[in-house]
């Protein structure tokens, strides 16, 4: 069973950055694609960032050149770097398998506000 624990979110100012991190046990990690998730109030939750287990990585386009996804494999971990937060980005960041086929954790929130 895997079980997935989000870290790092917070509240920063617009322009600012913030680096998640995402630990999973359970599971043999190095053979999926991991993904970043997000979900907004009142919205559903998107797909916003993806690793391959070789690493090739895709993004949602209003994250592009601002985010960057990582992984590493000997610590079951993968990483979003979030550089130049703006408002809109404000959401609960949850990481899972690229699709979504695991339970989720419990997320960690991200608030980018003046």
């Known amino acids: 069973q895997v079980q997935l624990v989000e870290s790092g979110g917070g509240l920063v100012q617009p322009g600012g950055s913030l680096r998640l991190s995402c630990a999973a046990s359970?599971?043999?990690?190095?053979?999926?694609?991991m993904g970043w998730y997000r979900q907004a109030p009142g919205k559903q939750r998107e797909l916003v960032a993806a690793?391959?287990?070789?690493?090739?990585?895709n993004y949602t386009d209003s994250v592009k050149g601002r985010f960057t996804i990582s992984r590493d494999n000997a610590k079951n971990t993968v990483f979003l770097q979030m550089n130049s937060l703006k408002l809109e980005d404000t959401a609960v960041y949850y990481c899972?398998?690229?699709?979504?086929?695991?339970?989720w954790g419990q997320g960690t929130q991200v608030t980018v506000s003046s």
């Open positions: 690793i391959t287990s070789g690493g090739r990585t």
């Open positions: 359970g599971t043999i990690f190095a053979i999926y694609a």
């Open positions: 899972n398998l690229a699709p979504a086929r695991v339970g």
